[in-house]
């Protein structure tokens, strides 16, 4: 007979959000850093929506603020360079590269364990 105090498996993350969070640093590193917005979205609500494990959940809201603190100084900036990717800083390139690697790195942590 189950308790009300049971623990929930953690659900593992769907297809398309393990395929966006990968598409994530492959944008950053191609130098289309403003397409990086879509898989970026993708990865944040699939994982908010769909998972209960709550490291994953940080991890997602990290790529998503590390990808939002260089786009909103490209669009607030008064000197805009044509795109994204030539106006960001190698800092936060590197930065959302290795947070989403981070990601993917918790993903399979928790794969494993349940």
Do not use: C, N
């Amino acid at each position: 007979m189950p308790t009300a105090t049971s623990r929930r498996k953690a659900q593992p993350v769907s297809l398309p959000v393990i395929i966006a969070a990968w598409a994530v640093p492959v944008f950053i590193i191609g130098q289309f850093a403003m397409v990086g917005i879509l898989p970026v979205g993708i990865t944040l609500i699939g994982t908010l929506r769909d998972t209960r494990d709550r490291a994953l959940r940080w991890w997602a809201a990290a790529i998503a603020v590390a990808y939002a603190i260089p786009l909103a100084l490209w669009a607030i900036g008064p000197e805009r360079a044509p795109s994204l990717s030539k106006d960001m800083h190698p800092v936060f390139a590197v930065l959302i590269v290795v947070v989403a690697l981070g990601y993917q790195v918790v993903r399979v942590r928790a794969r494993k364990k349940a």
